[in-house]
């Protein structure tokens, strides 16, 4: 497994834009395919955008398609999350998620078996 931390959440208005990263400690993430995945207050927990362990494969759920983009840095162990043109809907706790290489999908939860405590991403309207 590895060791995953968010940062970057925080307050912003419809429209705007926030980036967040996930820093990923141990040497074998290269070898593991990374997720987003949010979850805003009494709902489930949601794909948001996964990257392959390549870096050659992006999905993300329809909701935020067009909007977000998933991106890995292999120098730096990170995973960062660009969202743009963000809508009240986009607020949620959005958590960072690692997969082994091995997953046949990459949207369901039971894919990943590493996560972080997440981060707080809040769009005033």
């Known amino acids: 497994q590895v060791q995953l931390v968010e940062s970057g959440g925080g307050l912003v208005q419809a429209g705007g834009s926030l980036r967040l990263s996930c820093a990923a400690s141990?040497?074998?993430?290269?070898?593991?395919?990374m997720g987003w995945f949010r979850q805003a207050p009494g709902k489930e927990r949601e794909f948001v955008a996964a990257?392959?362990?390549?870096?050659?494969?992006?999905s993300y759920a329809d909701s935020v398609k067009g909007r977000f983009t998933i991106s890995r840095d292999y120098a730096k162990n990170t995973v960062d999350l660009q969202m743009n043109s963000l809508k009240s809907e986009d607020t949620a706790v959005y958590y960072c998620?690692?997969?082994?290489?091995?997953?046949?999908?990459?949207?369901?939860?039971?894919?990943?078996?590493?996560w972080g405590q997440g981060t707080q991403v809040t769009v005033s309207s």
């Open positions: 998620a690692a997969a082994p290489g091995i997953a046949m999908q990459l949207s369901p939860l039971s894919s990943y078996n590493s």
């Open positions: 141990g040497r074998t993430f290269r070898t593991y395919d």
């Open positions: 990257i392959r362990w390549s870096g050659g494969s992006t």
